[in-house]
């Protein structure tokens, strides 16, 4: 299952003197959700429209797939069209057979909750069912990877978690999915996250083991306690606070770290943990 | 290529046609110039020319008091072609051996003639010959039907990478060829029948009533053709401009290009006479064609193929150059900075 289904490297796209993506690498995996977390105009639609040959670009994007489904940030649909009549349109360009062109269509209906709606021209929609259905659109043909641009932005929870539970039975299933997102909660339930600012690849994270534990100290010679910690190799920042230590099980840090200091002759005032969310390692890594 | 694709997205197409508002309202609206185009071109008065042969006048004065009598000429050659090119509806000639007359069936001015000139009867020559008065209006067709042509295709791409829609079909497996042969059969059949609506009311309602029916088929179905062909080639133009620009722009180049077909084509202007560089560029615009080709309609046994063939060729070009600049700019019409 660690097979690689898109393999992108040394990315680089720019739009006249604009360079908007730089560098950029990763790769997605089989049976995996890997999230492309940034800010608005950070590079993320840009690296995704690479992978679907939209823009030229530098450097190498690989897919071994041979379907890919893709849902754009923007409502892509045909506004004069129906509900059904869009999703048949998507299955037929995707050539999705005849035989079970049919089913499917019924079937995402379904799933989707737009069976009621199927008869209903798109440019009488709310901007909610738009993106189930463009969703819808975008998984028609079954693809062996998912590509999508911001697909739960702006969507009411019950929507948000229809859909989060069609993407999640897509990766049992063994689909690659690539989300880009700049919503903290969808990148929380990626098994994988790469970070972009600016263009650039910041970190590659796991949010179910960022969750990082730090050690406050608050010594009273700061520049004795920093070169200790420097001797150590420990990771560390200095905050208002005090220094902030990195570790990975602060309880049982905490008397080792307290033992070096002490045998450097270094007086603690107070020491403290914190325990630090994903939102707060990439707010603090993202700046 | 795939057939089933280039189906699906001409259904789609037209589809969203049906459900345009504005489309059925450029339409209906088109539909309506038309009628009054064909009305205006049927209200206008015969006018005779007549032919000194033999330096006698008979009646002369009576007979521009009976009908719009305009033009003296010297020979009946000449009097035969100012009624070929639709100049005047009737030729008198009087002769030494006395007064034919050359018309149209659907002449009015007959009987008032014939109330002059008692021996006239047994001298009239009933040998049918059109005139472009009464064909020269069917370029009309050409017109309304290269505009619809021109503002559908003008937009059928450039509004797809407006709404976003592009994004998916490009994204999609759907070939380039069927996309944009797709969008080209479905503006060009949208235009044309647009058009027939027009010309079937006409033919059926306030056409001339002709004896030689077989010659008036052949008339029609020529004239039909070459509005079709013109319509099919600015479809072609059309696309063109919608690859090539934005929404707008695309709109405004096509109707310029329709303008410049249009003065450029119409019998009461002719600017290339005046300057002789531009004469060639006249002849790439399809309406000039097919006003060529109405030029030769109206004489039996005249061959119009080149002209078809021009227009035809005219129409596979454009496509193959809208083709060629849709592959160029293929990765520009979604890339740019994210909003």
Redesign the interface.
Known sequence: MSEEVIEVRDLSIS?GN?V?VKGFSFNLKKGEILGLFGS??SG???VL?AI?????YEGEVTCSAST?G?M??????????TVE?NLR??A????VEDKIRDERVRELLNSLDLENLKTS?VKRLGYGIKRRLMFA?SIIHDPEVLVLDEPLSNLDSPTRERIWEIIERLKEMGRGILLATSNIEDAERCGRVVLIKDGVKIAEIEPERVKEERILLKPFKFEKAMAALDEFGFRYIVSEDGIEVFVDNASIAIPDLLEMMRRRGIEVERTDIRRLGLEEVVSEILG | M?F??MK??FR?EI??AR??GRLSLILFASTLVLLVAYLFSFSSQPIVAVVEEDGEFPRLSSLSEAVKLRYFVATEKEALEMLRNGKVAAVVCFKSHGVEIFAENSYTGLEAVKAIYSKLSEKIKTTYIPSKSNLSYLLVLGVIGQGIALLLASTAISREKE???L????????PVFDFISAKFFAVSILSIIAVSIGAVILILTISPVYQNYTYLTRVYAEILLLEFLVIMASAGVGLIFSVALSRDEGILAAMIFLLANVILSFHSFYPFYLVKNIAIFSYFLPLLQAKIAFGLVEIEGANILSNLLMLILYTLISILIALIIFKKRE?????????
């Open positions: 739009y604009f908007a608005h105009s993320k639609t840009s429209r679907m040959g939209l823009v030229d890919i893709y754009p940030q923007k409502i892509s649909l045909y506004a004069n069209l009549e349109f998507f037929l360009i995707n050539r021209l659109a | 795939g089933t694709e699906g997205v789609k589809r969203e459900r345009d709404e976003g829609t994004e998916m079909l490009l994204s999609s497996k759907l990765k520009s019409f979604v890339g740019g900075v994210n909003p």
